[in-house]
């Protein structure tokens, strides 16, 4: 099946750091792909939809100067967040759909970021 | 708006119960539906899914029916393993330009006892 890979799976950062977190779909092209954050618990919350060569729309509430977004490639997107700050502390999420095929999405195994 | 409710957990079972995860929806226009399984320290993995009303998804023993009627999609399993024990989500999907945006319930977490 289709995969999709999260680098770095966790990452400690301190308070007023950026820090970058790298999707990649491995064995397809994806021209969209979703950002999600999942608190401890809890569901997942969408933060943006990420689409290749152009701007990433964001949720309402999210913001966008705080969490980057770059979909450079058909098999990358980025999510930088800048300036982190403990509250960011969380286990981030992307998925990503098989061009055609808009009703599968396939996640990566997340990362998770604590800040210190 | 579009959103998914689903049974509050934790569920815990014995080995071989009979399993049944309530879900229902509410949405505009015709979404698909979903469950999503989080098994513990992996990435969500889409467990199955009904595309219209009155279909029937199933995998791995599960098995859940696009009820428009009651806008439902209870999630059922007949005999339970330890090996099931997860996090269940219930989704549904809405189209947003080429793709689908999805949206999720806020899981049941689920341990089965041996």
């Known amino acids: 099946g289709a995969v999709v890979s999260q680098h770095p799976s966790w990452v400690i950062c301190k308070s007023g750091t950026s820090v970058k977190i790298e999707c990649r779909s491995l064995d397809f092209q994806a021209t969209t792909m979703f950002w999600y954050r999942q608190f401890p618990k809890q569901s997942l919350m969408l933060m943006a939809t990420s689409n290749e060569g152009s701007k990433a729309t964001y949720e309402q509430g999210v913001e966008k100067d705080k969490f980057l977004i770059n979909h450079a490639s058909l098999t990358l997107s980025t999510l930088t967040v800048t300036s982190a700050h403990p509250e960011d502390s969380s286990f981030y999420i992307c998925?990503?759909?098989?061009?055609?095929?808009?009703?599968?999405?396939?996640f990566g195994p997340g990362t998770r970021l604590t800040v210190l | 708006g579009n959103s998914v409710t689903q049974m509050e957990g934790p569920v815990t079972l014995s080995e071989e119960a009979f399993l049944t995860i309530n879900c229902t929806y509410t949405?505009?226009?015709?979404?698909?539906l979903f469950w999503y399984v989080q098994y513990p320290g992996e990435g969500l993995q889409l467990l199955l899914k009904a595309t219209k009303a009155d279909d029937k998804g199933s995998n791995k023993g599960f098995e859940a029916t696009y009820r428009k009627e009651t806008t439902s999609f209870h999630l059922e399993k007949g005999s339970v393993q330890v090996s099931d024990s997860a996090v269940y989500f219930c989704?549904?999907?809405?189209?947003?330009?080429?793709?689908?945006?999805?949206?999720f319930g806020s899981g049941t977490r689920l341990s089965i006892r041996p």
């Open positions: 949405a505009t226009g015709y979404p698909s």
């Open positions: 989704a549904l999907s809405v189209q947003y330009s080429s793709a689908s945006k999805i949206i």
């Open positions: 998925s990503a759909f098989i061009a055609g095929l808009t009703d599968t999405q396939y």
